[in-house]
């Protein structure tokens, strides 16, 4: 095989360097706003940072009656950023782990005791993942509102696994049918239950792909703004994302971006942590279904 020519080479280091480009800006962008001082922001250069400062993020926890910063205590707003952050990561654990408990039980009854009409049951499954969100928001409101839920971030627990289920359920179960029988028999022949059979041996076996719908499951959860805005409305009861939509954007824009910062680290560093499982999940789901 003739190795590829230096121009060719080039070409694909290009393209991957914009690619990274495009995608990193942004993130470089909000992190440089994020430690500048208000002075700066104003009469500095939009895309660099001369004097970097974590004043933004100290402000994010400071109460009314502390005085600091740029625009003084008199214009200073206070939030429950804490309640916030505690709550946020509330749900998103527990919107990680109903998701993949539910899905791992639906996907392995699915896919490996495959009921009659299993794959319509998982192309159905599946096709609800593509129904826009915005026209589930009344029903959506009116079950919350059944089970007394309005403005209790337990309703975030309910609607958040219900977004991301489809898409898991459909991956899993994929994964699932194919996975060699030969190797949970082998179990079930030495004296093993099915339920042993399916934590000690499946369940291990399945690392990457778990990691993969867990993944997809966090992503899912963070990227919302909407439901959380609706759902919860009083200022204790908000997650960081609905709690940012009400800052003050004169006043409070660089607090703001600090908060998105601070939102996002847990999700990158899980992300950054898990990227091979991650792959590897989809690509054994993706090839296993196919």
Partial sequence: MNPRPWWTKLGHGTLMLLAAVYCLFPIYFMLVQSLKTPQEDVFGNPFIVMNPTFENFEELFERKSETRGFVGDALRRSYPFLDWLANTFFVFAGSVVATLVISVAAAYALGRLRPPGFRWWRRAIFATYVIPQTILFIPLFQVVNAFGLDDNLLALLFIYP?????????????????????????????????????????????????????????????????????????????????????????????????????MAIPVVAISALFARDYVRGLTAAMVEGA
């Fill in 162 to 262: 219900s977004m991301a289920l489809p898409f898991c359920v459909w991956m899993l179960s994929a994964y699932f049918q194919h996975l060699p029988r030969e190797i949970e028999e082998a179990a079930l022949i030495e004296g093993a239950s099915r339920t042993t059979a399916f934590f000690r041996i499946v369940l291990p076996m399945s690392r990457p792909v778990l990691v993969a719908a867990g993944i997809f499951a966090l992503g899912t959860v963070a990227s919302d703004f909407m439901i959380a805005s609706v759902f919860l409305l009083s200022g204790q009861s908000q997650t960081i994302t609905a709690g940012i939509g009400t800052f003050d954007v004169a006043l409070d824009e660089l607090a703001a971006v600090a908060g998105v910062n601070l």
